[in-house]
């Protein structure tokens, strides 16, 4: 496989996507994706749920896309291949949701010093039994005519810097990269290009995730341009890291992150997924 048909990041109404697990995969049938894993932040709520088999479903892939901390750079990493049952990460995971719920109240407070009532409502009903997040505030604002879109909520609310912008203290990424390892599965960087890091300090970042026992790098995310993937590939092979690709799907109507869509890895790297195909 070229990678081609290979999707390893998404996201279900388990966390801010619109989709539930069975409506992506049946997706993903659709567009003939043959490798799938489903990465919801800090949940593995999706292979909580029967996952009945439809015809032409894909693999499965356990993963899920865990928040942490880098020096103060807030970072993603994806585990992915982890044993959805392990329980030293399920726990983990526990503390995660807790640490989002006491994020969710500390927005949901701010957001009414500007006269934006009942936040922590609104968005606990658009998030409902999944992990809530800024999506979830973005859609009460929507809803409540504050703003037009989500983009415009992230802007002026929820965005870097803005009131809603809620300093959270995830765990440090080489913690994270431990729960991912201890639990089978490999830690990998995901949408290096989406931190707004200088060339130098993006280089510093992956060294100390490698060094961490970080196993992988996001090469492609969603419809991504031809240079920016030669960048991180020529970083990816600099660290020794296995590529990963991933359109980072949340919604239908998300046109640069289409589900199974995106380039594919440049062939001189080694695919995260030969770990265990
Ligand atoms: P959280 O995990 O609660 O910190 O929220 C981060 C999520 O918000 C990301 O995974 C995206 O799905 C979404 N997001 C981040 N920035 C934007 C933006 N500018 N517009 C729309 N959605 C965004
Ligand atoms: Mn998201
Ligand atoms: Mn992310
Ligand atoms: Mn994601």
């Known amino acids: 496989m070229n990678g081609g048909t290979i999707d390893l990041h998404t996201h279900t109404t388990c966390s801010d996507g619109s989709l539930s697990p069975i409506e992506l995969i049946e997706l993903a049938a659709q567009r003939g994706v043959e490798m799938l894993s489903i990465t919801d932040h800090d949940t593995l709520g999706a292979y909580d749920v029967a996952l009945s088999a439809c015809p032409n479903a894909p693999q499965l892939v356990p993963g899920v896309e865990i928040s942490a901390r880098w020096k103060h750079q807030d970072v993603h990493i ?160 600099e660290a020794g890291l296995l590529a990963s690709r991933g359109s980072d799907f949340h919604h239908r109507d998300q046109r640069w992150a289409e589900l199974g869509r995106g380039p594919a890895l440049p062939t001189s790297l080694r695919p995260v997924w030969s770990r265990w195909t």
């Open 78 to 237: 994806l585990g992915l291949n982890v044993d959805p049952s392990a329980r030293g990460l399920r726990t983990h995971l526990q503390g995660q949701w807790q640490a989002r719920k006491r994020r969710a109240e500390r927005i949901a407070h701010r957001l009414s010093r500007r006269r934006i009532p009942d936040a922590l409502e609104g968005a606990r009903r658009h998030a409902g039994s999944g992990v809530i997040g800024r999506p979830h505030f973005a859609a009460h604002l929507v809803e409540t005519g504050v703003v037009p879109d989500a983009a415009t909520a992230f802007k002026k609310y929820l965005g870097s810097g803005k009131v809603g912008d809620v300093r959270t203290p995830w765990p440090a990424m080489s913690e994270v990269i431990d729960w991912i390892n201890a639990a089978g599965g490999v830690a990998v960087l995901a949408h290096p290009a989406k931190y707004g890091l200088t060339a130098t300090r993006l280089r510093l970042l992956i060294s100390a995730f490698k060094d961490a026992g970080g196993g992988g790098l996001e090469v492609i995310s969603g419809l991504q341009q031809e240079a920016g993937t030669r960048v991180l590939a020529a970083l990816c092979d």
